[in-house]
T-cell receptor
Framework: DAKTTQPPSMDCAEGRAANLPCNHS???????VYWYRQIHSQGPQYIIH???NNETNEMASLIITEDRKSSTLILPHATLRDTAVYYC?????????????FGTGTRLQVTL | GAGVSQSPSNKVTEKGKDVELRCDPI?????LYWYRQSLGQGLEFLIY????????KSGLPSDRFSAERTGGSVSTLTIQRTQQEDSAVYLC??????????????FGSGTQLSVL
């Protein structure tokens, strides 16, 4: 699986949009971009994933550049409960199980 | 069950003892994963199962670590002759592994293992 690069930490004011970047310059054509987050003392939680097109769900939006070498996770209105470590992962999306390799992620701190 | 269940939630053991950690995946999920997370660190992949077989055991740190899955459901991670460096949170996850590529992993809350 391709390697990802994320900033170690970010701050965001409550109510503002949090934009978390991720570089994955070696991504292959059949690899998806996944985002998970881990709130303190809990297991990671799936947020969103995509291949080429931008995606949106009830939690977040995922913007993938046209060359697919980078992406941005957007939390449109961050709340204190969004404080967590956010992991960007790329993996082949097939019907076969394969490991997800978690990097060190971005620690997002949402403040009042 | 409603989610991935792990037991015990906390385990304190003495160095040299064996421990067993249990994972109950979401009903119907055919893929099961074990990770561990040391204090302040990221997640370290250990092993995954597809059904009862384990195609990738590459993450097991030593031969003291083993895992099995029976009946395509419950999995047990066993650590023999525990060492202090084994202290970590052991996380289990499962996924449906259907025909789609939407392989979301659902994680349990983990087992906090402390080796004294």
């Amino acid at each position: 699986d391709a390697k990802t690069t994320q900033p170690p930490s970010m701050d965001c004011a409550e109510g503002r949009a949090a934009n978390l970047p991720c570089n994955h310059s070696t991504i292959s054509g059949n690899e998806y971009v996944y985002w998970y987050r881990q709130i303190h003392s809990q297991g990671p939680q799936y947020i969103i994933h995509g291949l080429k097109n931008n995606e949106t769900n009830e939690m977040a939006s995922l913007i993938i550049t046209e060359d697919r070498k980078s992406s941005t996770l957007i939390l449109p209105h961050a709340t204190l409960r969004d404080t967590a470590v956010y992991y960007c992962i790329v993996r082949v999306g097939t019907g076969t199980a394969s490991k997800l390799t978690f990097g060190t992620g971005t620690r997002l701190q949402v403040t009042l | 069950g409603a989610g991935v269940s792990q037991s015990p939630s906390n385990k304190v053991t003495e160095k040299g003892k064996d421990v067993e950690l249990r994972c109950d995946p979401i009903s119907g999920h055919t893929a099961l994963y074990w990770y561990r997370q040391s204090l302040g660190q990221g997640l370290e992949f250990l092993i995954y199962f597809q059904g009862n077989s384990a195609p990738d055991k590459s993450g097991l740190p030593s031969d003291r670590f083993s895992a099995e899955r029976t009946g395509g459901s419950v999995s047990t991670l066993t650590i023999q002759r525990t060492q202090q460096e084994d202290s970590a949170v052991y996380l289990c996850a499962s996924s449906l592994l259907g025909r789609t590529t939407n392989e979301k992993l659902f994680f349990g809350s983990g087992t906090q293992l402390s080796v004294l």
